[in-house]
């Protein structure tokens, strides 16, 4: 199967690798294309622009950061729409808002293409190890047609439905995480300034009923200070702004989420952004220090 990739960020470039590893044709394109050479070597074709991309390949999965490069991509120049038709599919697998993915499902349409959002749960590991859980919506025919390559992104994939309800779906498991790597990172704070060992809480949390993978793999280093980004704090914070607007539209109460919220713009405000989301713990961690007599 031959797709076109755009997007060779944290997430993108293991993904496409792994599409490679397992015998698909890949043509990829990055805004910066520099970017392109890591999977030249692995044996991927590269495009000049996205519209260049689509034209040579029947589907077309995208992987950006945010609903404004999600839209540029698509409606700008050499933008996928120039050459997206009839007979082409598009999947857009990053994490947006359900009003842009709408957005560019209907632009897709008109122009006779057809459109998968896909965002998914995971991080850079699963996307190395094709672990990656999918949530699909959309054109069923697409989806279906996908499907291969999704058996090799992820672990699982599930079709929500109707456009927005992938993008829906993926906010609201990232506004959960976000919460509870709050409440982590508070913890792991009030341990520490109580005189408690953080690293016995960890082990303590390890053992009950709140166990979870993300404490078992940020906990140790965010200990260390260590904040290698996996998934980066600004997207982090993007995915809370976008949950909580949904909360918004649909008159749903969320003071848990607001204050995360609030915990992680502080740290992007602290230049922290482009650090893994876990290094929300150094906020809070300067919270509790303050706070000492
Ligand atoms: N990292 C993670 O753990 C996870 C991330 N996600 C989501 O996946 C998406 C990608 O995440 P990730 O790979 O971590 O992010 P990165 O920041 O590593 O990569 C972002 C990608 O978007 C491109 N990009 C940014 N702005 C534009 C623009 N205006 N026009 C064209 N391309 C643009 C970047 O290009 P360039 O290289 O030129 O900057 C890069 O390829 C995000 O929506 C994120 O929320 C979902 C699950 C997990
Ligand atoms: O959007 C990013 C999700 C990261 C994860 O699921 O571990």
Redesign the pocket.
């Known amino acids: 199967m031959e797709v076109g990739f755009l997007?060779?960020?944290?997430?993108?470039k293991a993904m496409a690798a792994n599409l490679l590893r397992h015998g698909f044709r890949v043509t990829v394109w990055?805004?910066?294309l520099s970017?392109c050479q890591e999977l030249v070597a692995l044996g991927a074709a590269v495009g000049e622009t996205p519209a260049d991309v689509v034209a040579k390949c029947r589907y077309t999965i995208a992987?950006?950061?945010?609903p404004?490069?999600a839209l540029?991509?698509v409606f700008d120049k050499d933008g996928v729409l120039e050459q997206i038709g009839e007979g082409k599919g598009y999947v857009d697998?990053?994490?947006?808002d359900a009003a842009t993915s709408c957005k560019i499902s209907e632009a897709i349409k008109q122009k006779g293409g057809v459109f998968v959002e896909a965002?998914?749960?995971?991080?850079?590991k699963p996307a190395e190890d094709g672990q990656l859980v999918i949530l699909a919506a959309g054109d069923k025919v697409l989806y279906d047609d996908m499907v291969p390559a999704f058996d090799v992104l992820g672990k699982k994939s599930f079709f929500l439905g109707e456009i927005g309800n992938g993008a829906k779906m993926k906010l609201v498991v990232n506004m959960i995480m976000g919460s509870m790597m709050n409440a982590l990172s508070e913890g792991l704070s009030l341990a520490d300034n109580s005189g408690l060992s953080p690293q016995t809480l960890l082990d303590v949390l390890d053992l009950g009923a709140i166990a979870n993978p993300m404490f078992k793999l940020k906990g140790p280093s965010m200990l260390q200070g260590s904040y290698n980004p996996?998934?980066?704090l600004k997207?982090q914070q993007?995915?809370m702004r976008l949950a909580l607007s949904l909360g918004d539209e649909n008159a749903v109460s969320m003071p848990v989420a607001a204050a995360s919220n609030e915990a992680f713009k502080k740290a992007r405000s602290l230049g922290l952004g482009d650090l893994d989301f876990s290094a929300v713990y150094e906020v809070l961690k300067g919270a509790g220090d303050s706070g000492k007599a």
């Open positions: 997007g060779l960020g944290i997430m993108g990055n805004r910066t970017k992987m950006l950061s945010d404004s490069a540029s991509v697998m990053s994490t947006v965002p998914v749960s995971g991080s850079k996996a998934f980066p997207h993007k995915d």
